[in-house]
């Protein structure tokens, strides 16, 4: 997949989409030095000063997009990021949806958009951030999940262009999959990188419901599993958090 590389954008989404409309063949994949108005979900924020690994792949796509792309992503974020800290890939987790946390706070965020192209064609945007090699003091602060980056966390800066190019063979895999539920291995490498496995979490679903439970697990289609009392809830699309008894941050498998 070829990779356009900018210096500063508002959102690499969003310029992937301009290219796109553009004429540029696809899948392609675009990164930033810079956004000055990334965006995270629900038109959230998202803070992309320069050293972190700001990229979107952008590849055609008919339908719906399921739930199992974002975590595919975030799978690939994994991949992209766990060769390069060594043994505290042990404490790198997925989040579900859409997160990679590192000892319990936030690294990288998958941003996944269904996008009408203005031929008429549609579009599956994919963005990826991650806290690279971003100073502590330039990371933002006050956010509901605490962030870090690599830098912060390992204390040296990492080789940010090689964490790029594993992203960008992982996210080509994601758009040429035409196979919408998660297959046995991707699932059984999700559960086995989750966040919060089996502890107390605060599931705010998009229609504003909130689901308190244990996280039991994953669905192939993408959905997590939170048992309530008796019954398990199957929560399609929302924020999950750590609940009560679970506020320590997770340091290891
Ligand atoms: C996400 O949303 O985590 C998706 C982030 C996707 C960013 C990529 S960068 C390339 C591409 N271009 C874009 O414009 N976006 C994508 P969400 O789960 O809604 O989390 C957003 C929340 O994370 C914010 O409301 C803040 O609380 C927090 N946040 C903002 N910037 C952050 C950062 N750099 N690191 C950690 N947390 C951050």
């Known amino acids: 997949m070829r990779v356009v590389v900018l210096d500063e954008v508002g ?11 553009q004429g540029a063949a696809l899948p392609l994949a675009v990164r ?15 803070a992309s000063p320069a050293g972190g690994v700001w990229l979107s792949a952008i590849g055609a796509w008919e339908g719906v997009v399921p739930g199992s792309v974002a975590l595919r992503a975030a799978l690939a974020a994994w991949d992209a990021v766990a060769p390069e800290v060594g043994r505290a890939a042990e404490r790198l987790r997925v989040k579900w949806p859409n997160d990679l946390l590192l000892d ?9 958009e269904r996008r009408g ?28 999940l605490p962030a870090t980056s690599l830098l912060a966390a390992l204390g040296r800066a990492v080789d940010a262009d090689g964490i790029e190019a594993r992203l960008v063979q992982g996210l080509a895999r994601v758009l040429a999959s035409a196979e919408h539920r998660l297959g046995e291995q991707e699932l059984a490498r999700l559960v086995d990188r989750l966040a919060y496995l089996e502890r107390g979490v605060v599931v705010h679903q998009l229609d504003g419901s909130v689901v308190r439970g244990t996280l039991e697990g994953l669905a192939p289609d993408g959905r997590a599993a939170v048992r309530a009392g008796e019954r398990i809830v199957w929560v399609m699309a929302g924020d999950v958090d750590a609940g009560e008894g679970s506020l320590r941050p997770e340091t290891g498998f």
């Open 11 to 21: 959102s690499t989404n969003d310029e992937a989409v301009r290219l796109a409309e």
């Open 104 to 112: 319990g706070r936030k690294i990288a965020g998958v941003l996944c």
């Open 117 to 144: 192209l203005e031929d008429g064609r549609a579009a599956l945007v994919v963005g990826v951030g991650i806290n690279a090699n971003i100073e502590a003091s330039a990371l933002p602060t006050g956010v509901r």
């Open 32 to 46: 930033a030095r810079v956004q000055v108005s990334g965006r995270g979900r629900g038109g959230r924020g998202w």
